[in-house]
């Protein structure tokens, strides 16, 4: 089993930053890529950002030039840099690893409102 625990959400405004953390424990030589998935009020959860433990990265367009996805691997941490937030990057934030076997984290909400 992998336990991933997310901070840094909040309220932002428009245009501001926040960096998002997750940290992973158990059994941490389970995971090949871990990554960050959003879900806004009434759609479906989709892809932000992932990266593996190589450090190859995949960043969806919507947050392309915006967001920035790294890890540490000594650490078991990976972080969502977001800058120059939008009302419409408003979700909850889920952290997620792949690899054997897939695990989410509680989530945590990002609000982009002024």
């Known amino acids: 089993q992998v336990q991933l625990v997310e901070s840094g959400g909040g309220l932002v405004q428009p245009g501001g930053s926040l960096r998002l953390s997750c940290v992973a424990s158990g059994d941490i030589f389970r995971i090949l890529r871990m990554g960050w998935y959003r879900q806004a009020p009434g759609k479906q959860r989709e892809l932000v950002a992932t990266?593996?433990?190589?450090?190859?990265?995949n960043v969806a367009d919507s947050v392309l030039g915006r967001f920035t996805i790294f890890r540490d691997n000594a650490k078991n941490t990976v972080y969502l840099q977001m800058n120059s937030l939008k009302p419409e990057d408003t979700a909850v934030y889920y952290c997620?690893?792949?690899?054997?076997?897939?695990?989410w984290g509680l989530g945590t909400q990002v609000t982009v409102s002024s």
């Open positions: 997620n690893t792949q690899g054997m076997g897939s695990y």
């Open positions: 990266i593996t433990k190589s450090g190859t990265t």
